[in-house]
């Protein structure tokens, strides 16, 4: 029997008695390989193959899937913070101290390392995150042409303009090689 297990990553599915699960496609993929299982058109061990785990572990979701129904196939950590989560605390302690005038000027790293001295311990990356997710980024300032490329003209490819007066840069490609000896590739000219 051949299962069509298509659909969009992150959809909502109706779940009874519960309201709206959000599902991936792997948690909807096992869905349909339960119902299978349930109407005997699969046997668990296809269902393993189908799902690429063993067999055991397929004993174990068709369990979960008996007792809590569809709701036991989402992943248990949904809508769950992570364990390495700094507390919202923290978060407004950085933004709050990055808004001051000492630190206004500070990029992430610098920020993240005199905060630290002060005992608010974030790491650079997360500050960054933070910075960008509250539209505070000082380091990020737009790039300007400088150097030869702003003196003659050059555009974004490195080619003078048309009206640059500089002549037009030569061409990527190589020149093709002409062939110096007549005789065949891989063989040495023997003279007589």
């Not at 959809?11 to 009874?16: G, I, Q, R, T």
């Not at 390495?84 to 990055?98: I, N, S, T």
Request: glycine share 10%; net charge positive; aromatic share 4%.
């Amino acid at each position: 029997m051949k299962m069509s297990l298509r659909g969009r990553k992150g959809v909502s599915h109706p779940a009874p008695n519960m309201g709206t699960l959000t599902m991936n496609r792997k948690e909807r993929d096992r869905i349909a390989i339960m119902r299978g299982i349930k109407s005997q058109a699969l046997t668990q061990v296809q269902a393993a193959q189908l799902m690429g785990v063993g067999y055991r572990q397929v004993k174990r979701v068709w369990r979960r899937y008996q007792d809590e129904g569809e709701a036991g196939l989402v992943h248990r950590l949904r809508g769950r913070a992570g364990l390495r989560c700094q507390p919202p605390a923290v978060r407004v302690q950085v933004l709050a101290r990055h808004a001051e005038e000492r630190y206004a000027d500070f990029g992430p790293t610098l920020l993240a390392e005199e905060l630290a001295k002060e005992g608010i311990v974030a790491d650079h990356d997360t500050v960054r995150r933070w910075l960008l997710a509250a539209g505070n980024h000082p380091w990020r300032r737009p790039l300007l042409r400088a150097g030869r490329a702003a003196r003659v003209g050059l555009g974004a490819s490195g080619r003078p303009s048309l009206r640059s007066g500089l002549p037009p840069a030569p061409s990527p490609t190589r020149a093709k090689k002409q062939p110096t000896a007549t005789h065949k590739r891989g063989h040495s000219r023997v003279s007589s």
